[in-house]
């Protein structure tokens, strides 16, 4: 039911510099509803990584960036650790009958 | 810090109703400021929103779901609840509660298995 489109998997060397994008629709992303980011390490729940586009909450590295451009937002992991691979997920507000909190389809990176 | 802790059982035989609590811990569940959601994840798979409350006890559901989902509050116990009715296998799933501030999810449990199976 993912409104929201990722690339299923990127990868990068320890050091890089990688990108996650999330492209969505006129019902949401494009609507103006800001875009927010989770980090899912292995077997946990989802934690918070950027909220209102750019925003990072209180202990998150500033190697993790957000963006937003039209109908599409994108993540960006400077200086790739091995601690960040993990699945990433883009989330948005959606108008349509999607209902109201829509999440992307989840990004996996891998540390190479 | 605030910690929201799910409890259930984590099986759920076909066609019966899926229960399952959220407790709060560390922030005011009555607090205006925030709604209190279930998000479930299928095995393997990606994020599904079902639905929040607020601490008044106005709701807003996945019309996916709408059907068959109940979420309802206790503010004195400092809980928030789930019912999914007629489950099926597709309902399998690890359910998460966490809350939701502006538009946001800061902060989730660590979500509970719940497996459908006769």
Redesign the interface.
């Known amino acids: ?2 409104v929201l489109t990722q690339p299923p998997s990127v990868s990068g060397a320890p050091g890089q510099r990688v990108t996650i994008s999330c492209t969505g629709s006129s019902s949401n992303i494009g609507t103006g ?2 875009v ?1 980011w ?1 980090r899912q390490l292995p077997g ?5 990584l950027i ?2 586009n750019n925003n990072r ?1 209180s202990g998150v590295p500033d190697r993790f960036s957000g963006s937003k451009s039209g109908t599409s937002a994108s993540l960006a992991i400077t200086g790739l650790q091995a601690e960040d691979e993990a699945d990433y ?1 883009c ?3 959606d108008s349509s ?10 990004t996996k990176v891998t540390v190479l | 810090q605030v910690q929201l802790q799910e409890s259930g059982p984590g099986l759920v035989k076909p066609s019966q109703t899926l229960s399952l609590t959220c407790t709060v811990s560390g922030a005011s569940i009555s607090s205006g400021v925030y709604y209190w959601s279930w998000i479930r994840q299928h095995p393997g798979k990606g994020l599904e929103w079902i639905g929040y409350i607020y601490y008044s006890g106005s709701t807003y559901y996945n019309p996916s779901l709408k059907s068959r989902v109940n979420i309802s509050v206790a503010t004195s116990k400092k809980q928030f609840s789930l019912k999914l009715t007629s489950v099926t296998a597709a309902d399998t799933a690890v359910y998460y509660c966490a809350r939701i501030v502006e538009w946001y999810f800061d902060h989730w449990g660590q979500g509970t298995l719940v497996t459908v199976s006769s």
Request: without cysteine.
């Open positions: 039911q993912s509803y800001d927010h989770y946990t729940a989802p934690k918070l909220y209102g909450p997920y989330q948005s507000y009958l999607s209902g109201f909190y829509v999440f992307g389809t989840g």
